[in-house]
Structure formats: structure tokens, C-alpha cells
């Protein structure tokens, strides 16, 4: 695919793609939907081509998984060459250097100047179920606090701590046992109806009060959280709050789990996002943008926890798979050459400054944040009372496609538009995908009178 911009050669979608809509709705279950109704032909850093051979600018990088982009080339040549080696033992029958390189690197990487061990499993959900084995086995104790608004997985245990009912729980119970939900840092729609900073971080610290209301902190095993909550729409907890909780969980035993699946491997402007808060947390669970688009997840945490379960205790068939450890050994060395978190806080400035300028102009906007190049926008119908707008959300998704821009909703009321583009964006793509996605909201929105 040549290098360049988007270019749209029939409608969307295309002939092609139109075909295999059809087969795929006879043949596939209808709980796997799709965003955008057009099949990849080709991609290559922010450029997809669908099988018409139009070619669109990706803002959503496989949400999150991307983030050095379609078909990174050192990437490809390292899936290649350890394809032609091996492609599989099972890390508990034989062994491979990868694995534990990658461990060590990680090791070294994540925030805490204190031992660590990793282990690798292969989806995000996998490595959140696996987090949670180890701080239970570790601390002897059984309940889990999540966030509202957060999102962990779909499998029974991590769809128990993810709280968006539709379309993640509806129908799916009964749910796992001793799981405590804890309002979210959700400052544009504060649960205490305060504001940042004259809140003096009440929703941290009502966490003190939790333990009386709803579960006796000696009972809590951990508290999962994620730096920024991802689908529940790029919600950025204000300065201190993990300071607060990191002491909270301190005081009481309780372990700190990180969930850093959508927010690590420069996607925040830092390897992991909770080094913005000064704060390391017991137990980091990785996947995504670790292994440039295979699926890897792993479980970085204190030696001490993550040696807690007795051998052959934690693994799995396909774990930690050579051809995706070696491509995420790639992926660390090009986001460090390349200093990708530095050209992160670059392209998210740019994005923010635009969502501003936005703002300005269209009433629709409610709410501009995010950290580094994890930027959202929220809708609203009114921007006093922040009715939420998903249906102009969608709209704009839809409005955005159909001119060459694949974009992601999120969000707990579905009126996110999350904007995760991949971090070797050229200055023209971004340009260019920020122009239509800018003429969808024109579209959709009413101009600010
Ligand atoms: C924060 C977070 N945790 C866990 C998951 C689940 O990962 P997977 O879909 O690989 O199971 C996701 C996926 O979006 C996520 O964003």
C-alpha cells in the first residue's frame, strides 16, 4: 500500500465488502458486531485498505492494540523470522529465551523500585483473571473493589468487575462472588456532585467509608483500577487520587492492581500510564500494544505475590507465545529508539488543542480530556444539564467512516468519541482524519450561538 492519505474510490461499502457482510451475518453469531461495515484488504501504519482498495486514516489502532501502527516492518520481519523457528511448545513444557527476556525487560520497566516476576497469557481478560489468582492466593483474603465506569473483560470474573450493564452484563449472570464496586473519579459528573480541587478527592477517600458500608477492608484481597478508564470514556481521575488510594490500600493490606491494557506502552506519553501519578502499584496487568497486534497479555507484579501460587499453579496451552513474545521484545526497543512517548504528548496536544477549538464552536462538546494521545470528547445534548448524546455519537462514528476516518465510540452512557490513534501517525493523516472528524461534529452538532 503506498504511503500517503485517504482515498475513497467507491461507496461505503464497497461491492466486496458489501459480499461478505452478507456470508459473515448467515455464518457468524450475531453478538460479534462490527463497527464499520468494510473488511481489511492491507494496513500499514494509520492507513487501512478495505477490500474496494479505499484507503481511510485509523484513529482507533485496534483499539489501543496498534499503537506503533498497522504492520510495523521490524515487527513483521520478527513474527517471520521466529515463525520459521518455532511457533509453539508451551512455556510449562519447554522453554524459551523470549519469555523470560521479555519478563526481565518488564520488569526493569514498570513503576516500583522493588522485586518483581511477570507471567504472560494471551487476551487482556486473561491476564485480569490471573491478577486476581495472584493477589488472592497472596494475601489469603477473597473480595475484589472495582471501579464504576471500569472495564475489564468479558469473561464471567471480568465482566463481574466491568460496569457497563449494555452490552457487557445484561443477560449474562449470575455474576462472581465478592466483587465491590467503588464510585469512579469521574470529575465531569462527579457521584458527590463536587468539584476538583475544592473536593479535597472525597472520592478517594470514600473509600474509608466503603469499608463500612459495604465490605470490611480485611476481607479485600485487591482494588483494580485503570489509570485512565478506557470504555467508560477516557475518564482521567484528578491529581492525587492514587496517592490517596496507594495509601488507603497501604494501611489496610489491601494490594494495588493496576489495569494497564489500553493505557501502557506510551499510549499516556509514560511505558505505563500510573507513573503520571508517582505511584507504583503491587500488581500490573499488560496486553494490547505489547506485542504490536498479537495477542499477548501478561501479569507484572511484586516478587513476593507473584510467587505466592506453588509451581504449575498458573499457565495456560498458548501462554506467552514465542512469535508474540519476540514481537513484543521489538516493540519495547522501537518505543524506546524512537522515543514514542515523547512523540505521544506531542500528537495528543495536537488532538487537544483541536477537540478545544471544537469545543468552542459546537455546543455538542461537553467535555475535552484524556493523557498523552489517549484523547476523548464528550457529548451532550445540553451542556448545562450534560444529557448524554449517543445517538449523535454514533452518528458522528458513522458520519466519520463514510468519509475515510475510523473512529471508536466509548463511554458508560455510549456518548465517548475516544480518539486513539497510532502513535507513527504522520502530521498529515492527523490532519487530515481531524478535518473530517471535525466536519462529522459540524454536521451532527449545533453551532454554539
Ligand atoms: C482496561 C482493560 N482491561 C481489560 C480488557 C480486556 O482485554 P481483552 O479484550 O484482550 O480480553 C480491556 C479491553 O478493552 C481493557 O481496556
Same mark, same amino acid.
Given at each position: 500500500?503506498?504511503?500517503?492519505? =485517504?482515498?475513497?474510490?467507491?461507496?461505503?461499502?464497497?461491492? /466486496?465488502?458489501?459480499? &461478505?457482510?452478507?456470508?459473515?451475518?448467515?455464518?457468524?453469531?450475531?453478538?460479534?458486531s462490527?463497527?464499520?461495515?468494510?473488511?481489511?484488504?492491507?494496513?500499514?501504519?494509520?492507513?487501512?485498505k478495505?477490500?474496494?482498495?479505499?484507503?481511510?486514516?485509523?484513529?482507533?489502532?485496534? $483499539?489501543?492494540?496498534?499503537?506503533?501502527?498497522?504492520?510495523?516492518?521490524?515487527?513483521?520481519?520478527?513474527?517471520?523470522?521466529?515463525?520459521?523457528?518455532?511457533?509453539?511448545?508451551?512455556?510449562?513444557?519447554?522453554?524459551?529465551?523470549?519469555?523470560?527476556?521479555?519478563?526481565?525487560?518488564?520488569?526493569?520497566?514498570?513503576?516500583? %523500585?522493588?522485586?518483581?516476576?511477570?507471567?504472560?497469557?494471551?487476551?487482556?481478560?486473561?491476564?485480569?483473571?490471573?491478577? #486476581?489468582?495472584f493477589?488472592?492466593?497472596?494475601?489469603?483474603?477473597?473480595?475484589?473493589?472495582?471501579?464504576?465506569?471500569?472495564?475489564?473483560?468479558?469473561?464471567?470474573?471480568?465482566m463481574?468487575?466491568?460496569?457497563?450493564?449494555?452490552? &457487557?452484563?445484561?443477560?449474562?449472570?449470575?455474576?462472581?462472588?465478592? $466483587?465491590?464496586?467503588?464510585? !469512579?473519579p469521574?470529575?465531569?459528573?462527579?457521584?458527590?456532585?463536587?468539584?476538583?480541587p475544592?473536593?479535597?478527592?472525597?472520592?478517594?477517600?470514600?473509600?474509608?467509608?466503603f469499608?463500612?458500608?459495604?465490605?470490611?477492608?480485611?476481607?479485600?484481597a485487591?482494588?483494580? #483500577?485503570?489509570? #485512565?478508564?478506557?470504555?467508560?470514556?477516557?475518564?482521567?481521575?484528578?491529581?492525587? &487520587?492514587?496517592?490517596?488510594?496507594?495509601?488507603?490500600?497501604d494501611?489496610h493490606?489491601?494490594?494495588? /492492581?493496576? %489495569?494497564?491494557?489500553?493505557?501502557?506502552?506510551?499510549?499516556?506519553?509514560?511505558?505505563?500510564?500510573?507513573?503520571?501519578?508517582?505511584?507504583?502499584?503491587?500488581?500490573?496487568?499488560?496486553?494490547? !500494544?505489547?506485542?504490536?497486534?498479537?495477542? =499477548?497479555?501478561?501479569?507484572?507484579?511484586?516478587?513476593?505475590?507473584?510467587?505466592?501460587?506453588?509451581?504449575?499453579?498458573?499457565?495456560?496451552?498458548?501462554?506467552?507465545?514465542?512469535?508474540?513474545?519476540e514481537?513484543? /521484545?521489538?516493540? =519495547?526497543?522501537?518505543?524506546?529508539?524512537? %522515543?514514542?512517548?515523547?512523540?505521544?504528548?506531542?500528537? *495528543?496536544?495536537?488532538?487537544v488543542?483541536?477537540?478545544?477549538?471544537?469545543?468552542?464552536?459546537?455546543?455538542? $462538546? *461537553?467535555?475535552?480530556?484524556?493523557?498523552?494521545?489517549?484523547?476523548?470528547?464528550? /457529548?451532550?445534548r %445540553?451542556?448545562?444539564?450534560?444529557?448524554?448524546?449517543?445517538?449523535?455519537?454514533?452518528?458522528?462514528?458513522?458520519?466519520?467512516y463514510?468519509?475515510?476516518? $475510523?473512529?471508536?465510540?466509548?463511554?458508560i452512557?455510549?456518548?465517548?468519541?475516544?480518539?486513539?490513534?497510532?502513535? #507513527?501517525?504522520?502530521?498529515?493523516?492527523?490532519?487530515?482524519?481531524?478535518d473530517?472528524?471535525?466536519?462529522?461534529?459540524a454536521?451532527?452538532?449545533?453551532?454554539? !450561538?
Amino acid at each position: 500500500m503506498q504511503e500517503g492519505n =485517504l482515498s475513497l474510490k467507491t461507496g461505503i461499502p464497497g461491492p /466486496l465488502s458489501a459480499k &461478505y457482510q452478507e456470508i459473515k451475518e448467515k455464518n457468524i453469531s450475531r453478538g460479534v458486531s462490527n463497527l464499520v461495515p468494510f473488511l481489511i484488504k492491507e494496513g500499514k501504519g494509520a492507513l487501512v485498505k478495505d477490500l474496494d482498495d479505499n484507503v481511510y486514516i485509523d484513529f482507533s489502532s485496534g $483499539i489501543s492494540t496498534l499503537n506503533l501502527g498497522h504492520s510495523h516492518p521490524e515487527i513483521v520481519e520478527v513474527i517471520k523470522k521466529q515463525a520459521e523457528k518455532f511457533s509453539h511448545t508451551c512455556f510449562l513444557v519447554i522453554m524459551y529465551e523470549s519469555y523470560i527476556k521479555l519478563a526481565e525487560q518488564l520488569n526493569k520497566l514498570a513503576p516500583g %523500585d522493588f522485586p518483581k516476576k511477570a507471567a504472560f497469557f494471551n487476551s487482556g481478560a486473561e491476564a485480569v483473571e490471573n491478577a #486476581v489468582k495472584f493477589a488472592r492466593r497472596f494475601s489469603k483474603k477473597n473480595a475484589i473493589v472495582s471501579l464504576e465506569c471500569g472495564f475489564h473483560g468479558r469473561t464471567l470474573l471480568t465482566m463481574t468487575l466491568t460496569s457497563k450493564v449494555r452490552p &457487557y452484563k445484561f443477560g449474562y449472570g449470575p455474576f462472581a462472588p465478592e $466483587i465491590y464496586k467503588l464510585p !469512579s473519579p469521574y470529575c465531569y459528573r462527579c457521584r458527590f456532585g463536587l468539584t476538583y480541587p475544592e473536593c479535597n478527592l472525597a472520592c478517594a477517600y470514600y473509600l474509608e467509608k466503603f469499608f463500612v458500608t459495604e465490605c470490611p477492608a480485611e476481607n479485600i484481597a485487591a482494588i483494580i #483500577v485503570e489509570p #485512565v478508564q478506557g470504555e467508560g470514556g477516557f475518564i482521567v481521575p484528578p491529581p492525587g &487520587y492514587f496517592k490517596v488510594i496507594r495509601e488507603i490500600c497501604d494501611k489496610h493490606n489491601i494490594l494495588l /492492581l493496576a %489495569d494497564e491494557i489500553q493505557t501502557a506502552f506510551g499510549r499516556t506519553g509514560k511505558m505505563f500510564a500510573l507513573e503520571h501519578s508517582g505511584v507504583a502499584a503491587d500488581l500490573i496487568t499488560v496486553a494490547k !500494544s505489547i506485542a504490536g497486534g498479537l495477542p =499477548l497479555s501478561g501479569v507484572i507484579g511484586r516478587a513476593e505475590v507473584m510467587d505466592a501460587p506453588d509451581p504449575g499453579e498458573i499457565g495456560g496451552t498458548y501462554s506467552g507465545n514465542p512469535i508474540a513474545c519476540e514481537a513484543a /521484545l521489538k516493540v =519495547l526497543e522501537i518505543i524506546e529508539r524512537e %522515543d514514542i512517548c515523547t512523540r505521544s504528548v506531542d500528537v *495528543g496536544g495536537e488532538i487537544v488543542s483541536r477537540l478545544r477549538q471544537m469545543q468552542e464552536r459546537y455546543s455538542l $462538546i *461537553g467535555d475535552v480530556r484524556g493523557v498523552g494521545a489517549m484523547v476523548a470528547m464528550e /457529548l451532550v445534548r %445540553d451542556p448545562k444539564t450534560k444529557e448524554p448524546a449517543p445517538d449523535e455519537t454514533k452518528m458522528i462514528v458513522q458520519e466519520c467512516y463514510k468519509n475515510g476516518l $475510523i473512529t471508536l465510540s466509548a463511554g458508560i452512557f455510549g456518548n465517548v468519541i475516544r480518539l486513539l490513534v497510532p502513535l #507513527v501517525i504522520t502530521a498529515e493523516q492527523l490532519a487530515t482524519g481531524l478535518d473530517i472528524l471535525e466536519k462529522a461534529v459540524a454536521k451532527v452538532g449545533s453551532r454554539v !450561538s
